[in-house]
């Protein structure tokens, strides 16, 4: 009779136990997938879930008691590239932003009124609106001093295109104030950081009632020309003016 070999006593030729697949795994790398679109658009911050989710699951799975390290990785790695890319499209739309706007606040601080001319609506008496914008920036000067000559633009929770629509929380208007209050998302804010603290500029575009459509017209043609000079092309390819009236706030800490 065969003597066993003693080198597989005691082992079971059965198949090895069933390890269940993590839950986490599926769940970190659905999240990855799913929070990929709010994060390009502006919460980058929201791919911070899937990794917590990987590192929240990655001891069942490290230990053997569940399958899916390979998920694990790939949540992990989508979740950081793409927080990462998100962040540095923020940072870079920012700076096409400033790109575009830019003249027109050079043109508010010099006051010069051939370029503010490309800005402005046609159909609004623009010699009255620019005295009135002079009149509101020489006052706020008188308290915070002179501009520095950049914009600031946050990032913050929304990301920079939710935030230029956003009224900063404290805002108060500088003198002479506008007709009426700005309404929540009909209206352009501009942070324009001063020697002695930072005035916020808002940008009332096109005909009253008709904000929406000034909106996107102006995003097109601003970020569209960026690279250029002055704001928005004269003649047929620039179309009307958007710009109806300047506010100026300062934010009280």
């Not at 879930?49 to 069942?60: E, F, I, K, Y």
């Not at 000067?141 to 501009?147: F, I």
């Given at each position: 009779m065969?003597?066993?070999?003693?080198?597989?006593?005691?082992?079971?030729?059965g198949?090895?136990?069933y390890?269940?697949?993590?839950?986490?795994?599926?769940?970190?790398?659905?999240?990855?997938?799913?929070?990929?679109?709010?994060?390009?658009?502006?919460?980058?911050?929201?791919?911070?879930?899937?990794?917590?989710?990987?590192?929240?699951?990655?001891?069942?799975?490290?230990?053997?008691r569940?399958?899916?390290?390979?998920?694990?990785?790939?949540?992990?790695?989508?979740?950081?590239?793409?927080?990462?890319?998100?962040?540095?499209?923020?940072?870079?739309?920012?700076k096409?932003i400033?790109?575009g706007?830019s003249?027109?606040?050079?043109?508010?601080?010099?006051?010069?009124?051939?370029t503010?001319?490309k800005?402005?609506?046609?159909?609004?008496?623009?010699p009255a609106?620019?005295?009135?914008?002079?009149?509101?920036?020489?006052?706020a000067?008188?308290?915070?001093?002179?501009?520095?000559?950049?914009?600031?633009?946050d990032?913050?929770?929304t990301?920079?295109?939710?935030?230029?629509?956003?009224?900063?929380?404290?805002?108060?208007?500088?003198?002479?104030?506008?007709?009426?209050?700005?309404?929540?998302?009909?209206?352009?804010?501009?942070?324009a950081?001063?020697s002695?603290?930072?005035?916020?500029?808002?940008?009332?575009?096109g005909?009253?009632?008709?904000?929406d459509?000034?909106?996107?017209?102006?995003?097109?043609?601003v970020?569209?020309?960026?690279s250029?000079?002055?704001?928005?092309?004269?003649?047929?390819?620039?179309?009307?003016?958007?710009?109806?009236d300047v506010?100026?706030?300062?934010?009280?800490?």
């Amino acid at each position: 009779m065969d003597t066993p070999d003693p080198r597989f006593e005691g082992q079971d030729s059965g198949p090895p136990p069933y390890r269940p697949l993590s839950g986490g795994a599926v769940t970190a790398l659905v999240l990855s997938l799913l929070m990929a679109i709010p994060a390009f658009i502006g919460l980058w911050w929201l791919m911070a879930l899937p990794v917590l989710v990987v590192l929240l699951s990655w001891a069942g799975v490290s230990s053997g008691r569940r399958r899916g390290m390979a998920l694990l990785w790939i949540s992990l790695l989508l979740a950081v590239g793409i927080g990462a890319t998100a962040w540095w499209m923020q940072g870079a739309l920012a700076k096409q932003i400033d790109r575009g706007v830019s003249p027109l606040f050079v043109a508010l601080d010099k006051d010069d009124r051939p370029t503010l001319t490309k800005w402005a609506l046609e159909s609004m008496d623009r010699p009255a609106a620019f005295d009135l914008w002079k009149s509101r920036l020489e006052a706020a000067r008188k308290e915070v001093g002179p501009w520095t000559g950049h914009l600031r633009f946050d990032r913050g929770w929304t990301g920079v295109m939710m935030r230029v629509l956003i009224e900063p929380a404290g805002a108060i208007e500088v003198e002479p104030v506008g007709p009426r209050p700005i309404e929540i998302g009909k209206a352009l804010w501009f942070c324009a950081p001063h020697s002695r603290g930072d005035l916020w500029m808002a940008l009332e575009l096109g005909e009253p009632g008709k904000f929406d459509d000034a909106h996107k017209e102006f995003w097109s043609r601003v970020i569209g020309v960026s690279s250029g000079v002055g704001g928005p092309k004269d003649g047929a390819e620039g179309g009307p003016r958007l710009l109806r009236d300047v506010r100026v706030y300062r934010v009280s800490r």
